[in-house]
């Protein structure tokens, strides 16, 4: 069985616990992520699953209306 990969990016624009869930449910959509974990207050997003492919992130968070800020590791 392969390791869980994690990443943690950036989402700009989350205000609001509406926010927030929004990015997870819609994280979660994408093949391969199976958790996902936004924090309000640093606009950190925490992923976990087999394959974390960021430029479906990226796309995600854009197609929903938030800003892609980068990844972190």
Request: overall charge neutral.
């Given at each position: 069985?392969?390791?869980?990969?994690?990443k943690?990016?950036?989402?700009?624009?989350?205000?609001?616990?509406?926010?927030?869930?929004?990015?997870?449910?819609?994280?979660?959509?994408?093949?391969?992520?199976?958790?996902?974990?936004?924090?309000?207050?640093?606009?950190?997003?925490?992923?976990?699953?087999?394959?974390?492919?960021?430029?479906?992130?990226?796309?995600?968070?854009?197609?929903?209306?938030?800003?892609?800020g980068?990844?972190?590791?």
């Amino acid at each position: 069985m392969k390791a869980m990969d994690q990443k943690k990016v950036i989402v700009k624009g989350m205000s609001c616990n509406h926010c927030k869930m929004a990015v997870e449910m819609n994280l979660k959509k994408i093949p391969g992520i199976e958790t996902a974990l936004a924090d309000l207050g640093s606009g950190e997003v925490l992923l976990k699953g087999e394959t974390i492919d960021l430029d479906k992130v990226r796309a995600m968070i854009e197609d929903i209306g938030y800003s892609y800020g980068g990844s972190l590791n």
